[in-house]
């Protein structure tokens, strides 16, 4: 009985191990975000130069020793918005395109590139008045311009390093100063400046190609703006005047309406009687005969009256017969 108790129990611990083998392992792996890719253009750059007065942002710049003269770069790059804060810089490099290289005697010259402790303007930088620079100093070398190798690069963990200062304010960003190390050969180049149309991706001007990762952007709370309706614009209001209180107005009487008018008639002018103002004797001539048979009776003179404007009236037969008897008496 104890034995098959123990071979029991042996059996149980064997299949617990056996369970527990069988798992699969969990590893805490740390993760890894791809590198985000930044190309900048310069926000300014030129060169100055030992004897020369006048500003030279408008050409392509030089650097190194040539005839006699010192040729110093300057150049100035600035951090876009978009890498937000708290990134690590996984590489950083600058890349100057070589119009013309000037060799003399030493094939594989040695440059300089020191940060600017100062700010500057490349419109008003000459030779009087360069700022200062300061380290890390960055060294190198870039042979000869040919049409196979006109970029010259400048990059590892000196330039990473330099940029990850200037990205976390460590040192102020005034760019670089671009010279030759040594004044001992004479050499010198000339690189392809910034303008509007030579800038990236189209052109050729200097730009600083970094790769970043882990950077936070804070993203604004974006609050939504009420449009704004369209306020008329205000005419001029007339002043109100007052206004009469109506008074009753006269119910209207009714209109005669007019009878016809009768079309008036041309009255005739009263034209008097023509009568003759003689007559003719040949009419009484009987009365001549049978005169001295008829008895003339006296006629009596009418009455003198005071005169008055008579009305004039037809001419009768009257007087004229009276006035013909008188005469007719005084032949008697």
């Known amino acids: ?44 750059d030129t060169h100055v130069a030992t004897g020369i007065k006048t500003t030279q942002d408008n050409v392509p710049m030089k650097t190194g020793l040539w005839l006699g ?24 490099e600058l890349q100057l395109y070589c119009l013309k290289g000037e060799i003399d005697v030493e094939k594989d010259p040695e440059f300089q590139l020191s940060p600017v402790v100062r700010a500057w303007k490349e419109r008003d930088l000459v030779w009087d008045n360069v700022p200062n620079s300061s380290g890390p100093r960055l060294s190198a070398r870039w042979g000869e311009c040919t049409d196979g190798d ?62 970043y990762e882990g950077a936070t952007v804070d993203t604004p709370t974006i609050t939504p703006t009420d449009t704004p309706s369209v306020t008329p614009t205000p005419s001029n209001t007339p002043t109100p005047t007052e206004t009469p209180i109506p008074s009753d107005t006269p119910t ?39 005169a001295d048979e008829m008895p003339v009776e006296p006629t009596a003179e009418p009455p003198v009256e005071p005169w008055t404007a008579p009305v004039a009236e037809p001419a009768t037969a009257a007087p004229r017969l009276s006035w013909l008897a008188r005469l007719l008496q005084q032949l008697r």
């Open 69 to 92: 003269a010192e040729y110093i770069s300057y150049i100035q790059f600035e951090f876009p918005p978009s890498m937000g804060s708290g990134a690590t810089i996984v590489s950083a």
């Open 1 to 44: 009985m104890k034995r098959m108790l123990t071979f029991a129990a042996l059996l149980a611990l064997a299949m617990i191990v056996a369970l527990a083998g069988s798992r699969p392992r969990v590893e805490a792996r740390p993760s890894r975000q791809t590198p985000i890719l930044v190309v900048l253009n310069p926000i300014q």
């Open 252 to 290: 209207p009487s009714n209109t005669p309406t007019p009878s016809d008018t009768p079309t008036p008639t041309n009255t005739p002018t009263a034209t008097p009687e023509s009568r003759p103002a003689y007559m003719p004797l040949a009419l009484f001539s009987w009365d001549l005969r049978a």
């Open 150 to 211: 006109r970029w010259k690069v400048v990059s590892g963990d000196d330039m990473t390093n330099l940029v990850q200062r200037w990205y976390d304010g460590a040192i102020d960003n005034y760019g670089l100063e671009i010279k030759k190390k040594s004044d001992s050969n004479v050499a010198r180049y000339t690189f392809q400046h910034e303008t509007a149309q030579n800038r990236y991706p189209l052109g050729n001007a200097a730009r600083l190609v970094i790769k």
